[in-house]
């Protein structure tokens, strides 16, 4: 579902959803979204069909691990 991770300034990031899996499903971002905060994790949908993830600007390596098993498990949701 992931086409790629993009970086920006600090620890801005997106995870860019695939251009396949988008014209599948038009409505796959706002369904990650959701899931995403199910899973703690807030986000937001991008009109590239991106979603930015901005985490706080101090963070330790738990806070890491969290953030992106957050985002695996929201992942494997939205293919089930």
Same mark, same amino acid.
């Given at each position: 579902?992931?086409?790629?991770? $993009?970086?920006? +300034?600090? %620890?801005?990031?997106?995870?860019? #959803?695939? !251009? @396949?899996?988008?014209?599948?499903?038009?409505?796959?971002?706002? $369904?990650?979204? +959701?899931? %995403?905060?199910?899973?703690?994790? #807030?986000? !937001? @949908?991008?009109?590239?069909?991106?979603?930015?993830?901005?985490?706080?600007?101090?963070?330790?390596?738990?806070?890491?691990?969290? #953030?992106?098993?957050?985002?695996?498990?929201?992942?494997?949701?939205?293919?089930?």
């Amino acid at each position: 579902l992931v086409s790629e991770v $993009r970086t920006g +300034a600090g %620890l801005l990031a997106a995870v860019q #959803l695939d !251009r @396949a899996a988008l014209t599948a499903e038009p409505a796959l971002p706002g $369904r990650m979204v +959701a899931e %995403l905060r199910r899973q703690g994790v #807030l986000s !937001r @949908a991008l009109a590239s069909g991106g979603l930015q993830v901005s985490p706080s600007l101090v963070i330790d390596a738990a806070f890491v691990d969290e #953030l992106t098993s957050g985002i695996a498990t929201a992942l494997e949701a939205v293919q089930a």
